[in-house]
Antibody
Framework: EVQLVQSGAEVKKPGESLKISCKGS????????IGWVRQMPGKGLEWMGI????????RYSPSFQGQVTISADKSISTAYLQWSSLKASDTAMYYC?????????WGQGTLVTVSS | EIVMTQSPATLSVSPGERATLSCRAS??????LAWYQQKPGQAPRLLIY???TRATGIPARFSGSGSGTEFTLTISSLQSEDFAVYYC?????????FGQGTKVEIK
């Protein structure tokens, strides 16, 4: 069974850094793209970017390029999404998901709250 | 970036009735179009990919059609568990995009 298990909810202050994780199991982690989707409170889904853990090829949505960093550690089947300096507008639920073009499997989501 | 536009924003339907949701792309995405269902407090769930192929375990009352720039998701007879928000997503190029969603609510 494919499972994506994300790290727990985070509460941070503006300007702080953050790295959230997504551990995949039940499939060949290095053979499928894995990426991130943002959902701001009460809003729709926004595709952020993806990484191919096999060779670390990474693609970003223009809206998120330079705002976040996507990475992966294939030795522990884990993908990451990180910020160097959070803003209040980064408050959202973040989902990791495997991609076959369409999005097959979703993690449970990580709620990130940024507030002073 | 390809812009996906869904209509209507909200669809009020009685249980047992048919629901038709539309999704339009700002340029052709061929058949590289997926539909997702999201219920409150849950992650989205894949319904349709390749514009018309049902994902594993999705009931036959869900069907997708279209190609190019115009797509439709049809729910033939709405069940209580189908009231949710539905999103389309194109994956024709590397900057994949979602529509803004259609909320299907009980009439």
């Amino acid at each position: 069974e494919v499972q994506l298990v994300q790290s727990g909810a985070e509460v941070k202050k503006p300007g702080e850094s953050l790295k959230i994780s997504c551990k995949g199991s039940g499939y060949s982690f290095t053979s499928y793209w894995i990426g991130w989707v943002r959902q701001m409170p009460g809003k729709g889904l926004e595709w952020m970017g993806i990484i191919y853990p096999g060779d670390s090829d990474t693609r970003y949505s223009p809206s998120f390029q330079g705002q976040v960093t996507i990475s992966a550690d294939k030795s522990i089947s884990t993908a990451y999404l990180q910020w160097s300096s959070l803003k209040a507008s980064d408050t959202a639920m973040y989902y990791c998901a495997t991609h076959s073009g369409w999005i097959d499997y979703w993690g449970q989501g990580t709620l990130v709250t940024v507030s002073s | 970036e390809i812009v996906m536009t869904q209509s209507p924003a909200t669809l009020s339907v009685s249980p047992g009735e048919r629901a038709t949701l539309s999704c339009r792309a700002s340029q052709s995405v061929s058949s590289n179009l997926a539909w997702y269902q999201q219920k409150p407090g849950q992650a989205p769930r894949l319904l349709i990919y390749g514009a018309s192929t049902r994902a594993t375990g999705i009931p036959a009352r869900f069907s997708g059609s279209g190609s190019g720039t115009e797509f439709t998701l049809t729910i033939s007879s709405l069940q209580s568990e189908d009231f949710a928000v539905y999103y389309c997503q194109q994956y024709n190029n590397w900057s994949w995009t979602f529509g803004q969603g259609t909320k299907v609510e009980i009439k």
